[in-house]
């Protein structure tokens, strides 16, 4: 594979511009691919408000959940200018952004980076941009992964372009109500694809039956357990209220580490 191939559009997905609030590489902090090198896209917006029953529409609105949203610059217009940093690009020009941070580019004696990770934010409010993004990867010989909240069936192109869904139902302790975090067509779209991980995030013990309800109703198949937090003590004392639990149910558990490498800082 050439890291600096430019292939054309593979597919009729359309090329209008979408909000991108970072583009960046690092290593994958989570899940199945936890460790390896990527390239990350992170879109601007999403259709879910963690921490909160609904939008904020004051700065100092405090948080109703303990579970909150780590990436509250894509969307909270009242804690965060959501112009600042923002930049409007076709699907083409995000992949020619993207490749341009593989450092292959600049040292041909590094191995290409094999891996995509599409996050936001919620990527299935631009599902063009994301087809154009997994049609490249694959005509790359790349790997996509996309971070997905799993209230939007992604549409049988994408459940089709090979690409994994890191699906991260939200649970009670994100404070949003059932009927917006859970929509069982969606799940079940998902779910059908064979190429779904389910990646809950973990707060407090209450989680853990949620989880396993839904696992029962839904039929979930790959649990992945994943410690909130945004400090490495955090994140820690998370997987350790985790750890026998996610035994006891055949979960997997995962850390975060980007946390505990770099705390909270954005695009690490």
């Known amino acids: 594979m050439s890291a600096n191939l430019m292939l054309p559009i593979a597919g009729p997905t359309g090329q209008r511009h979408v909000p991108i609030a970072e583009l960046f590489y690092s290593f994958q902090g989570e899940g199945a691919n936890l460790g390896r ?130 699906a991260g139902l939200k649970l009670a302790s994100s404070a949003v109500p059932r009927k917006k975090r859970i929509k069982p067509e969606a799940i079940m779209e998902i779910e059908a694809s064979g190429r779904a991980r389910w990646k809950f995030v973990v707060c407090i013990p209450e989680d853990l039956m949620e989880i396993a309800q839904l696992q029962a109703e839904f039929r979930l198949a ?21 750890a026998a639990p996610a035994l006891e149910h055949g979960w997997n558990l995962t850390t975060r580490e980007h946390v505990l490498i770099w705390g909270g800082q954005r695009a690490k």
């Open 37 to 166: 090198r990527a390239l990350f896209v992170r879109f601007q917006g999403c259709n879910l408000t963690c921490g909160y029953t609904q939008a904020p529409t004051m700065g100092n609105s405090s948080a109703q959940g303990q579970m909150l949203c780590d990436t509250e610059y894509t969307w909270n217009s009242a804690k965060y200018d959501l112009t600042k940093d923002v930049r409007h690009l076709t699907p083409q020009e995000i992949w020619e952004e993207l490749i341009k941070l593989d450092p292959t580019m600049a040292t041909p004696s590094i191995a290409p980076v094999d891996l995509i990770v599409v996050t936001g934010g919620e990527p299935f409010l631009h599902k063009d941009a994301v087809l154009h993004l997994a049609h490249q990867a694959a005509l790359t010989g790349r790997r996509m992964e996309i971070e997905t909240n799993a209230t939007i069936k992604p549409g049988p192109e994408l459940a089709s372009a090979g690409v994994a869904f890191n």
């Open 222 to 242: 790959e649990i992945w357990l994943s410690p909130e937090g945004t400090t490495p003590t955090r994140v820690l004392n998370q997987m350790r209220m985790a």
